[in-house]
């Protein structure tokens, strides 16, 4: 019986190539196997509909807390 060897990726990493300030959406659209584009119109929708400071305060915060990607790309 072979056994099969799950996928391991990454956690959950800022990215280099989809950012357009810190890579933040890049790296969350990365990770959820979604369009960049999308996420960060769904990040800037949220903002607003809870006057924008949470969402500023959310994206900084993951800006810190979350790990640039580098080295070997992953494919899922």
Excluded: K, Q
Excluded at 12 to 36: D, H, I, M, T
């Amino acid at each position: 019986m072979a056994s099969s060897t799950p996928v391991r990726r990454p956690g959950l990493l800022r990215s280099r190539e989809e950012r357009l300030v810190g890579g933040v959406c890049g790296g969350l659209a990365e990770w959820l196997g979604w369009n960049p584009t999308l996420v960060r119109l769904l990040f800037v929708g949220v903002s607003v509909a809870s006057a924008a400071f949470p969402g500023i305060l959310v994206y900084v915060l993951l800006w810190i807390l979350m790990p640039e990607r580098r080295g070997v790309d992953w494919e899922v």
